[in-house]
């Protein structure tokens, strides 16, 4: 495998929309499209294939000199063409890739399917914002169109905290610093305490990973700033029982009333098959922050109640999963199967489609369908 061959690999996987790339030993390469993987007809991959694609992948790194290690985050571009979060682990002592492709141009909020409200979301002043979902749900996708939001409209200083860095903005109406871990800093809380030194506007970490992480943004919110962050959590209640149990239990009332007042939203994200079944449009359930809501987070044994407010805040730019999978029905943009599956409660949401006359037992036989596939490319690799 030589430096031509994998920018061949990476550039189809451009091409042809994927947004994840696999190379591992006994396997051919593997592409991942709208949530299926997808074979190339290339060769079955060796343990030379696979340390030869680390290495090039590693060329400049500080790593390159020492490939003993066990699993490794870091970024990679082609110039011009797209650019690639990459890890490399190890599994059997042989080089496992995974490579989730960044596309160069960062999308709007139209075109990303996401609920307008989110760019009024991107243009607060203040507080605390998560961008929530399982991985591979848009987490990332969501929060660099966020921050190129606040790029296009005000005359603010960003700092980005991200492991690695992503998208590349560049400067509109903003001054952006984007600073990576490992290689511009030692780790989060690392960057965020030297944030607040750098005269942030607004601060975006790439995830909420621990205590320290967690406890410092929202101190970066307490004084001022506007964050913006992600987690892996499923919804809006989990999120919130996420934060809080980052910290020992003596001190989770505390952490309660400072989430209670800096939170200003939470938007998770569930991306779905279309009923075309050419593409993925997101389901988002959004909490924006009202004196309701901010009891439920303070009273542990009221948390629950947070999705009736959410469920009643429609006026005010909330929903719950289950009422934007509704609108997508209604808008034709999934099938019946689809929603069903991804509901959160089912039965409730079967009622409230028999309710609207809707067919719970629809059949989506009518609809195209994706059977196996497989990438051939024209260009002999």
Same mark, same amino acid.
């Given at each position: 495998?030589?430096?031509?061959?994998?920018?061949?690999?990476?550039?189809?996987?451009?091409?042809?929309?994927?947004?994840?790339?696999?190379?591992?030993?006994?396997?051919?390469?593997?592409?991942?499209?709208?949530?299926?993987?997808?074979?190339?007809?290339?060769?079955?991959?060796?343990?030379?294939?696979?340390?030869?694609?680390?290495?090039?992948?590693?060329?400049?790194?500080?790593?390159?000199?020492?490939?003993?290690?066990?699993?490794?985050?870091?970024?990679?571009?082609?110039?011009?063409?797209?650019?690639?979060?990459?890890?490399?682990?190890?599994?059997?002592?042989?080089?496992?890739?995974?490579?989730?492709?960044?596309?160069?141009?960062?999308?709007?909020?139209?075109?990303?399917?996401?609920?307008?409200?989110?760019?009024?979301?991107?243009?607060?002043?203040?507080?605390?914002?998560?961008?929530?979902?399982?991985?591979?749900?848009?987490?990332?996708?969501?929060?660099?169109?966020?921050?190129?939001?606040?790029?296009?409209?005000?005359? &603010? !200083?960003?700092?980005? $905290?991200? =492991?690695? @860095?992503?998208?590349?903005? %560049?400067?509109?109406?903003?001054?952006?610093? /984007?600073?990576?871990?490992?290689?511009?800093?030692?780790?989060?809380?690392?960057?965020?305490?030297?944030?607040?030194?750098?005269?942030?506007?607004?601060?975006?970490?790439?995830?909420?990973?621990?205590?320290?992480?967690?406890?410092?943004?929202?101190?970066?919110?307490?004084?001022?700033?506007?964050?913006?962050?992600?987690?892996?959590?499923?919804?809006?209640?989990?999120?919130?029982?996420?934060?809080?149990?980052?910290?020992?239990?003596?001190?989770?009332?505390?952490?309660?009333?400072?989430?209670?007042?800096?939170?200003?939203?939470?938007?998770?994200?569930?991306?779905?098959?279309?009923?075309?079944?050419?593409?993925?449009?997101?389901?988002?359930?959004?909490?924006?922050?009202?004196?309701?809501?901010?009891?439920?987070?303070?009273?542990? &044994? !009221?948390?629950?109640? $947070?999705? =009736?407010? @959410?469920?009643?805040?429609? %006026?005010?730019?909330?929903?719950?999963?289950? /009422?934007?999978?509704?609108?997508?029905?209604?808008?034709?943009?999934?099938?019946?199967?689809?929603?069903?599956?991804?509901?959160?409660?089912?039965?409730?949401?079967?009622?409230?489609?028999?309710?609207?006359?809707?067919?719970?037992?629809?059949?989506?036989?009518?609809?195209?369908?994706?059977?196996?596939?497989?990438?051939?490319?024209?260009?002999?690799?």
């Amino acid at each position: 495998m030589d430096r031509e061959k994998l920018h061949r690999l990476l550039r189809l996987g451009i091409e042809k929309g994927a947004s994840d790339i696999h190379f591992q030993v006994g396997y051919l390469p593997l592409y991942r499209f709208n949530g299926e993987l997808v074979e190339l007809r290339y060769k079955v991959l060796s343990a030379k294939d696979t340390e030869a694609i680390a290495r090039l992948l590693l060329e400049g790194d500080i790593h390159e000199s020492d490939m003993s290690f066990s699993e490794l985050d870091l970024a990679y571009e082609l110039p011009s063409e797209g650019r690639f979060r990459v890890n490399i682990s190890r599994q059997r002592r042989f080089y496992n890739i995974v490579l989730r492709v960044i596309p160069l141009q960062i999308r709007t909020f139209d075109e990303l399917n996401l609920p307008s409200v989110l760019r009024d979301l991107a243009q607060l002043g203040r507080g605390y914002v998560l961008i929530t979902g399982a991985t591979g749900m848009g987490k990332s996708t969501t929060l660099a169109t966020m921050i190129q939001e606040v790029n296009k409209v005000r005359k &603010a !200083k960003i700092i980005t $905290i991200e =492991d690695p @860095i992503e998208f590349v903005f %560049t400067h509109d109406k903003s001054i952006i610093t /984007q600073r990576e871990i490992g290689t511009d800093t030692a780790s989060f809380p690392d960057a965020l305490h030297s944030a607040l030194r750098q005269d942030p506007d607004v601060i975006m970490v790439g995830e909420m990973r621990d205590l320290e992480t967690v406890d410092t943004s929202l101190k970066a919110a307490e004084t001022g700033h506007m964050v913006f962050s992600s987690i892996h959590t499923g919804d809006v209640s989990s999120t919130i029982n996420r934060l809080v149990s980052f910290f020992p239990s003596e001190e989770q009332n505390q952490v309660r009333a400072r989430v209670a007042d800096n939170l200003r939203a939470i938007v998770s994200l569930r991306l779905l098959t279309n009923k075309k079944q050419t593409g993925r449009v997101p389901a988002v359930e959004i909490m924006r922050s009202t004196r309701s809501i901010q009891e439920c987070i303070k009273d542990p &044994a !009221k948390t629950h109640e $947070i999705h =009736d407010w @959410i469920a009643k805040g429609r %006026t005010e730019g909330m929903q719950t999963f289950d /009422q934007h999978l509704l609108d997508l029905l209604r808008a034709n943009k999934i099938s019946v199967e689809t929603a069903l599956n991804a509901a959160s409660n089912p039965a409730d949401f079967r009622t409230k489609l028999a309710l609207e006359g809707g067919d719970p037992d629809e059949s989506s036989a009518s609809e195209s369908t994706m059977g196996p596939m497989e990438i051939e490319s024209d260009e002999r690799f």
